[in-house]
Every structure is written in C-alpha cells, then in structure tokens.
C-alpha cells in the first residue's frame, strides 16, 4: 500500500486478490501511517465516503459520478 504513488489507487483485490477483506480488516486497523485512501473498491467506490474521495480529489485522481474512474487511476499491475 505504501507503494501507491499519490495521484492512483488500487482496489482490495488489486493488493490481495485471495483476500480483499483481510486488506480492508488491515487498513482500518492499521491505516493511519498507510495512504488508506488510495485503496477504493473494485467499482470504483469509496468506502469511507466523501472524506475519501476530497482526498482522492486533492491528489488529482480522476472521479466521475461519485466513483474513482479505474481506467484512468488504477495504478498498473
């Protein structure tokens, strides 16, 4: 998580494909040195809500109808 450059985000599956919620159970333990921010789900949402995505807007990540647009900020595999 700590390799997600500001202006992209990765969704849950993205850091663990056989575990999404284990990265969400982790990130909302143990978020707060983490950009926990960067970290959407796989439609684009976000789960924490407006706070995130101000957030997510502040760094420039492209947002369309309240979801992060994936095909423009999805950091590349």
Do not use: C, K
């Not at 957030?55 to 095909?71: F, I, T």
């Amino acid at each position: 998580m700590l390799a997600i450059p500001e202006g992209f985000v990765r969704t849950y599956g993205d850091i663990d494909p056989a575990a999404p919620r284990l990265v969400g159970h982790v990130l909302a333990t143990n978020g707060d040195d983490l950009p926990w921010h960067r970290v959407v789900r796989a439609d684009g949402s976000a789960p924490m809500g407006r706070r995130q995505l101000a957030l997510l807007l502040a760094e420039g990540v492209p947002v369309r109808g309240g979801r992060v647009d994936l095909g423009r900020a999805r950091l590349p595999a």
